[in-house]
């Protein structure tokens, strides 16, 4: 026998190692598989002439086992091979690759795994066939699959570790912290961000742009990561309506909404920095439109409509809310417009709230510089 890798076989002496290895059992395979040519292995298609060589070789439904043997390179002049519904396992050898004639192999049908070779792949002039081998892989990226699930699956605990690791430490933190907190204002928070004075400074570009100041402190301009400019009020520490007056505000604007009051988006209150966040009023306050300075003067239908937008408003917080709501501040500062110049009322830091006649959820003492207020209400 020719030992493969040391000496090229001989096609006759493959043929045979093949028929041995495989144990193939047809009645004509028996002398030398092409000559005479009337008398030709079956399954086997030689060519005439002198130089006789094996052209195809089918396999096909011979109950073939093991893997696919070294010897069928031997076939140096093959140009079709069948080795179809057999139970063939182990990878698709690369070495069918270095056959120069080679244009067909069927191995659909049996049991192979792993990958097709690249050079099986990219062999021109090739067709490949390898149906119903449900371990087989026809990607380069195969291999790699082998180490997708366990990596997939560790990472996953890891990420659960993580989230666990978080929750107990948010968990022990809120514990911790629950003493503090419970000094901390009592803002109700479905609707409203909470934001960091770190994320304070950020949106407002460090307090570049200021926009107002009052009795409460300065208001900034500021954006939001969704490019949504807003306003920013910031609690001066010199304030002279102070935590209260800011805490009054806050807590009214979580609980009431109307087109025709400034909307709350957030607020600020880490450690001795508070402030408040609201919807960005681009043509400022009434005060301002209604200055000598202003070139552009309210004209009289627009400060007609600035009124009834203002009256909406002050009748939703006396009528409108559940409790009533006396603003005791109304002045044209406290009175803003938006781009389509809708009114809206603001500064609700010195408001009341009765829920009777004698009882009141929220009291304030007059502060800063007052406007108008109901003179049924100026000894409440």
């Avoid at 001989?10 to 040519?37: H, L, M």
């Avoid at 699930?149 to 978080?166: E, F, G, H, K, Y």
């Avoid at 309210?298 to 809310?321: F, I, M, P, S, T």
Wanted: hydrophobic share 40%; charged share 20%; proline share 4%.
């Amino acid at each position: 026998m020719l030992a493969l890798g040391l000496l090229a076989p001989s096609p006759v002496n493959a043929i045979i190692e093949i028929k041995d290895i495989y144990g193939v059992s047809r009645i004509s395979w028996q002398g030398d598989p092409c000559v005479p040519t009337n008398l030709a292995w079956d399954g086997l298609s030689c060519s005439s002439g002198n130089n006789i060589r094996i052209l195809s070789l089918n396999l096909s439904s011979s109950k073939l086992t093991g893997q696919i043997s070294a010897w069928f390179a031997g076939l140096g002049n093959l140009e079709s091979l069948d080795l179809s519904n057999n139970e063939l396992t182990g990878q698709l050898p690369e070495f069918l690759a270095t056959l120069p004639n080679l244009k067909f192999i069927n191995v659909s049908g049996n049991k192979l795994t792993g990958s097709i070779p690249k050079t099986l792949r990219e062999k021109d002039n090739l067709q490949l066939s390898v149906a119903d081998n449900p371990g087989l892989c026809q990607k380069d990226s195969c291999k790699k699959h082998k180490f997708v699930i366990p990596l997939i699956a560790s990472i996953a605990v890891l990420v659960l570790i993580a989230i666990l690791s978080l929750m107990i430490w948010r968990i022990k933190k809120k514990r911790l912290g629950f003493f503090a907190k419970s000094q901390k204002m009592e803002i109700v928070k479905q609707k409203n961000r909470e934001f960091s004075y770190f994320e304070v400074l950020r949106i407002t570009n460090n307090f570049t742009t200021l926009i107002g100041e009052g009795g409460f402190g300065k208001v900034y301009l500021s954006t939001l990561e969704d490019d949504t400019q807003v306003a920013v009020k910031l609690l001066s520490p010199s304030s002279k309506q102070g935590y209260k007056e800011f805490q009054s505000e806050a807590q009214l604007l979580t609980l009431i909404y109307h087109r025709n009051l400034v909307s709350l988006v957030g607020y600020c209150h880490e450690n001795d920095k508070k402030a408040l966040v609201y919807e960005y009023m681009d043509n400022g306050d009434l005060d301002q439109l209604l200055s000598e300075r202003n070139p552009n003067v309210l004209k009289w239908n627009e400060r007609l409509q600035v009124a009834v937008d203002a009256a909406k408003g002050l009748e939703y917080l006396h009528n409108g809310c559940k409790t009533p709501i006396i603003h005791r501040d109304l002045k044209p500062s406290n009175i803003l417009l938006n781009k389509s110049k809708l009114a809206k009322i603001a500064d609700f830091g010195m408001s009341r709230v009765f829920s009777n006649d004698r009882d009141s959820h929220l009291s304030t003492q007059p502060a800063g510089t007052p406007g108008y207020i109901d003179p049924d209400m100026e000894n409440c």
